[in-house]
């Protein structure tokens, strides 16, 4: 078993989720329950999945929690972008935390390849199946419940 404590990847993921925390703390109080929730859970849904893909048994799996780590990655982004737009976030806040984002990116998918290099073509193919049927499991759940 990995420990995800000392993969740069999750650290830095580790830090954007606190950032993300600090910033949404000043959102308006009538995003409690939208936009703040949802940036949060996006957020952390990146180190955790980095952290649980890595206690699995074999890197196929590992793979498959590192592409819903990106995805959610992705969706941080876009929820920062949309935190600009809608004035909840300064410019200066919005930059610093896009920085962040993009360094976990670029952290992230070196993980990644070095998981897949040792995967193998199939087991690639397969982990980005499995994380796209996940991925829309997830959000027509979530489409299901509101």
Do not use: C
């Given at each position: 078993?990995?420990?995800?404590?000392?993969?740069?990847?999750?650290?830095?993921?580790?830090?954007?989720?606190?950032?993300?925390?600090q910033q949404t703390k000043r959102f308006?109080?009538?995003?409690?329950?939208?936009?703040?929730?949802?940036?949060?859970?996006?957020?952390?849904?990146?180190?955790?999945?980095?952290?649980?893909?890595?206690?699995?048994?074999?890197?196929?799996?590992?793979?498959?929690?590192?592409?819903?780590?990106?995805?959610?990655?992705?969706?941080?982004?876009?929820?920062?972008?949309?935190?600009?737009?809608?004035?909840?976030?300064?410019?200066?806040?919005?930059?610093?935390?896009?920085?962040?984002?993009k360094s976990v990116f670029v952290r992230?998918?070196?993980?990644?390849?070095?998981?897949?290099?040792?995967?193998?073509?199939?087991?690639?193919?397969?982990?980005?199946?499995?994380?796209?049927?996940?991925?829309?499991?997830?959000?027509?759940?979530?489409?299901?419940?509101?």
């Open positions: 078993m990995r420990d995800y404590r000392k993969i740069r990847a999750w650290q830095e993921a580790d830090d954007l989720t606190v950032a993300v925390y308006p109080k009538e995003e409690l329950y939208g936009l703040t929730s949802q940036i949060r859970r996006a957020a952390y849904s990146v180190p955790s999945n980095i952290a649980e893909g890595s206690a699995r048994g074999t890197n196929k799996d590992y793979l498959h929690f590192l592409h819903i780590a990106r995805a959610s990655l992705t969706e941080v982004q876009y929820f920062v972008h949309l935190s600009g737009r809608l004035d909840y976030l300064g410019e200066e806040d919005q930059l610093a935390v896009e920085a962040q984002i992230l998918h070196g993980l990644i390849q070095a998981v897949s290099k040792e995967t193998g073509i199939f087991g690639k193919g397969m982990a980005l199946f499995t994380s796209s049927v996940v991925i829309g499991l997830s959000r027509l759940a979530q489409h299901v419940s509101a």
